[in-house]
């Protein structure tokens, strides 16, 4: 089901039509967000992958002269328990650094959350986009909110020549990837048929890690919404035809994300986990991408390489050193916010974000 209504728009602003649809699949939107550096979460094909899992759209979109300018994909779903909770992983995305356009869309955020009884909306602000986060600060968004997304990140600038993107590894990566290649690990691009085996892989890790793992339909799921364009990659770390570890990588844009990655803990010492993300480098290189993102990172470990100092490489930022091992900038990105409709929780809320967050886990269940 799909519909599109008009949305009332203050005389200040009346070169600007506003509307709000809950359609999923918007090829439009998918354009916009592409000409606007949009990220991959505000798009048609996520919110189609996240309504397998109970998520509904509204997706507010600003046009000026028939053409968007700006917008918000909001994903919300009710708790038996709690509630309607919303989400905003990466918006409002505008296609410039526009003040009052940005005030225009996060005025619609808190209006569809008051329509649709949202009891908490979280808004992850986009990266590159500082004018966004000024606005959901002035429009009553609250910080200390659940991160839905990583404000921490490794990112490559893959348009240098390759030769040059491997001497900008740390000497220990470049060290493991030339005893990866020496010991016979091969990498190769999967297809539809090894997500059984990465779903292993990814309960393999779950379990060593100590959390849950997705549902079983939840990879197929994210698969089919992104492969009919050709945005989604899989990649297989194998030794004797055996798969090791495996990588589910996200393009859009001009960026390449590794979204999710599994490994059956074998072979530590022949690194295919090096040799699979160099592989994912070397593809997103030659076909044109700008940036390869490595995935989220701590922010206190990004600060500490900001400010210079060292952080002991012990068990729980290990995986940061790793990606931080590729070369890339580490980059810190705008602190989630949040927007509480009543007005009693809204005073309360310093005291009750940090429950909200331990009860309804809520950076898991938008990753789910």
């Known amino acids: 089901m799909s519909s599109i209504q008009s949305v009332p728009v203050t005389l200040e602003f009346r070169d600007y039509e506003v509307r709000v649809s809950e359609q999923t699949i918007d090829p439009t939107w998918d354009a916009f967000l592409t000409a606007a550096r949009g990220n991959y979460p505000q798009t048609g094909m996520w919110a189609h992958a996240k309504s397998g899992s109970r998520y509904q759209t509204r997706r507010i979109i600003v046009e000026q002269g028939g053409t968007i300018v700006g917008g918000a994909q909001l994903l919300f779903r009710s708790f038996p328990i709690g509630g309607a909770f919303g989400y905003v992983p990466l918006g409002p995305v505008l296609i410039s650094e526009n003040y009052s356009l940005a005030r225009i869309i996060v005025d619609q955020i808190r209006r569809l959350a008051k329509k649709e009884r949202l009891r908490f909306v979280a808004v992850q602000p986009p990266w590159r986009s500082p004018t966004a986060a000024a606005a959901l600060r002035d429009g009553g968004f609250l910080m200390s909110s659940p991160e839905l997304a990583p404000s921490a990140s490794v990112v490559i600038n893959v348009t240098s020549d390759l030769s040059r993107i491997f001497s900008q590894m740390s000497a220990t990566t470049r060290k493991h990837l030339r005893r990866s290649e020496r010991s016979g690990i091969t990498v190769r691009e999967g297809t539809s048929s090894d997500l059984v085996t990465f779903y292993r892989l990814a309960c393999a890790t779950a379990h060593r ?4 793992a997705p549902n079983e339909d939840y990879f197929p799921r994210v698969w089919g919404a992104f492969a009919p364009v050709g945005s989604i990659k899989i990649f297989v770390a194998e030794m004797a035809e055996q798969a090791l570890s495996a990588l589910l990588v996200i393009a859009f844009g001009n960026t390449v ?3 999710r990655m599994g490994w059956a803990g074998k ?3 022949l690194y295919p986990n090096e040799a699979m993300h160099w592989a994912a480098i070397r593809w997103a290189k030659s076909h044109g991408y700008r940036y390869f993102d490595l995935g989220g990172i701590s922010p206190e470990v990004a600060k500490s390489i900001g400010s210079c100092k060292t952080r002991p490489v012990t068990q ?33 809320w310093p ?10 886990r809520l950076r898991r269940l938008t990753l789910t």
């Open 351 to 360: 005291l009750l974000s940090a429950s909200l967050v331990r009860f309804l």
């Open 209 to 212: 890690q100590g959390f849950a």
């Open 316 to 348: 729980a930022y290990k995986m940061d050193y790793f990606k931080l091992g590729f070369g890339g900038k580490a980059t810190l990105f705008p602190e989630p916010t949040g927007y509480v409709h009543n007005p009693v929780l809204r005073w309360a």
């Open 257 to 259: 994300t590794c979204w």
């Open 267 to 269: 072979q530590p010492g």
